[in-house]
């Protein structure tokens, strides 16, 4: 089995999957180097750095109209954040990068395709070469029951997983009586973790010096910005205008401002625009709710230090325990976050902007901006209770069937042969 790998997690999690899948000796491990960091992650594998191959790279009109029909987070980046089309430069290149693509899979007879998000605009793209002459190819992300669960989808993940999409599949779900193993990442292995990364952030620099890297990059790295953010998870325990929880109040967890779920599947250009949207909708709530249930917003940890958000003098922002403040909210209102999952599993009324792999009705409340305020509404009545049942079974089948026990941090054969085995089943 030959196997190409793009960009991984900063992890070796994709690279020794990949060791583990080709266990003969005349399988090829190739890997696509973007960025010359994400080398430190992938050099058990040959690699590819396509920057180079791309120079002189020749496309036709059809590669141009695979970028130009493909939704991608750079394609969202600057139609939402930049409000612009593509440049020519952009869509040429891009172009030149599905050219190399398809003659590569078929050139090296690539069986299978790893890859970390599947909406960099490079893995986009890759999927749908894919497609053609249907390689398979398989997408991991950050698990939903952490640290002990990984996601790992063959058609894509959040919005676009495999997941079934009705309440009517999980209700007859036959529950198992199983408890996941504790894959907790040690104090010491974390900073294994973290001195790996800031190996990353020095290649990376090598890298653009270079010119190694792919000159369409998916986020910027900066030492500044990790070192701030590192020193305000580490030392910053509380933020806000107040610390103290309203007896009564509507929970909005905030979620990154470059996450894929703004930019692709999400109606909201940034993070600012979706709490001004929330706070304008609040303000046109009837004044016996606003009487009763203030707003509460928590901002992301990973962005503390590093973004700087203006909210309405009569919102808290709190930095309280998230699980304090899901387990009191009245409703938690999100894009489409972590946070609301866990709000789920609680049994608490979940209101769903974005498109979510959870967006399922009697699960949540799926709703959209112009019906927020009606949904809010509905909501806090007493009688519109979520189905506890159909979210437990629904939470099961996630937990045991489509999450694969392991941590891309830490994680040992029973991982690996787990995800072979979901492999060769579908």
């Not at 504790?182 to 973790?193: A, P, R």
Request: glycine share 4%; net charge neutral; hydrophobic share 40%.
């Amino acid at each position: 089995m030959n196997i190409l790998i793009l960009e991984p997690n900063y992890s070796n999690f994709e690279q020794d999957l990949a060791g583990y899948l080709a266990k003969e000796k005349k399988d090829k491990i190739y890997s696509f180097i973007f960025n010359l960091g994400l080398y430190a992650y992938l050099w058990k594998t040959q690699p590819i750095f396509v920057n180079k191959k791309l120079k002189y790279q020749i496309y036709d009109e059809q590669d141009k109209e695979f970028v130009l029909n493909t939704k991608t987070l750079f394609s969202e980046q600057i139609k939402k954040r930049e409000k612009r089309n593509f440049t020519e430069q952009e869509i040429i290149y891009q172009a030149k990068y599905v050219a190399f693509a398809k003659h590569f899979l078929k050139q090296h007879a690539i069986d299978f395709v790893v890859m970390h998000n599947d909406l960099r605009w490079q893995h986009a793209l890759t999927i749908q070469v894919c497609q053609l002459p249907n390689i398979r190819y398989l997408v991991t992300e950050f698990g939903v029951f952490r640290p002990s669960t990984i996601t790992v989808d063959f058609k894509g993940v959040n919005a676009y997983s495999s997941l079934p999409k009705t309440a009517n599949f999980y209700q007859h779900y036959e529950m198992p009586n199983e408890i996941l193993t504790d894959y907790s990442t040690s104090f010491f292995k974390q900073l294994w973790v973290y001195g790996k990364f800031g190996g990353f952030l020095s290649l990376n620099l090598i890298g653009q010096l270079f010119k190694l890297n792919v000159l369409l990059q998916n986020k910027q790295y900066s030492f500044l910005n990790y070192t701030k953010l590192f020193f305000s998870q580490t030392f910053t325990k509380t933020m806000g205008e107040s610390t103290k929880t309203p007896k009564k109040y509507l929970f909005v967890p905030l979620q990154v401002n470059t996450d894929t779920q703004i930019l692709v599947h999400s109606p909201f250009t940034d993070i600012q625009s979706f709490i001004t949207f929330v706070e304008n909708t609040y303000l046109k709530l009837p004044q016996t709710i606003q009487a009763e249930y203030r707003l509460v917003f928590k901002v992301h940890p990973m962005e503390l230090s590093v973004q700087h958000y203006q909210f309405h003098p009569n919102s808290l922002v709190l930095n309280s325990d998230t699980h304090a403040l899901i387990q009191d909210a009245a409703l938690v209102i999100t894009i489409n976050s972590t946070v609301g999952f866990e709000a789920l599993a609680l049994h608490k009324k979940v209101l769903v902007l974005g498109e979510a792999f959870y967006k399922i009705p009697q699960i949540c409340i799926c709703s959209q901006p112009n019906t927020l305020a009606e949904d809010i509404i509905n909501g806090l009545q007493t009688n519109n209770e979520p189905s506890s049942e159909i979210i437990d079974r629904f939470i099961a089948y996630l937990k045991y069937e489509y999450q694969i026990n392991g941590n891309v941090y830490n994680y040992d054969i029973c991982t690996l042969a787990a995800i072979k085995a979901k492999m060769f089943a579908d």
